[in-house]
């Protein structure tokens, strides 16, 4: 009897921790002082909320900085675009651009993430329609530019 109530109890948390969806993205340093170690650092960033179109994200440096922060999409806004954005200015130097994705209405999303060691990060990302897949650019405050895979 002890065991089946663990196991529902269990259950039960796990259904709640997921309940608003988790996702991992990978940030890899492709301009700036972190590209230039070896090896390249991969960034795993976790972000809460991926079922209800915003969210937490938060991250650890290589150097061990925390940075915690808060992201939003719009579902299936498309590409309009009345100004620069991170994705419109280095998407293409770093291999995406309009024609990358094939979904008819990609979400696109923002994030901005602030960090204990006073690194400050904006990231631009989009989604396929109805998925938590895609992809993005980041720029922090110490000249770093990433490109983000979700």
């Known amino acids: 009897m002890k065991l089946l109530a663990l196991v529902l109890s ?6 709640c921790a997921t309940s608003g969806g988790i996702t991992q993205a990978y940030l890899f340093p492709v301009k700036g002082p972190l590209s230039i170690t070896n090896p390249t ?13 915003k969210g937490r994200i938060s991250l650890a440096m290589p150097d061990g900085e925390l ?4 992201w939003s999409t ?9 100004r620069a954005s991170l994705i419109d200015t280095y998407g293409s130097a ?9 979904s008819s209405r990609p979400s696109r999303g923002v994030a901005f993430l602030t960090c204990n060691q006073g690194r400050t990060m904006n990231v631009e990302f989009e989604t396929g329609a109805g998925t938590s897949s895609g992809f993005g650019i980041a ?12």
């Open 94 to 102: 770093y291999g995406y651009s309009q024609s990358t994705y094939s």
């Open 139 to 150: 720029r922090d405050n110490k000249k770093n530019i990433y490109r983000l895979m979700i």
């Open 41 to 53: 650092a991969e960034i795993i960033a976790t972000a809460t909320g991926t079922r209800r179109y």
């Open 74 to 82: 719009l579902a299936g806004n498309g590409r309009s675009s009345t």
């Open 10 to 15: 269990l259950v039960l948390l796990a259904g």
């Open 67 to 70: 940075c915690n922060g808060r």
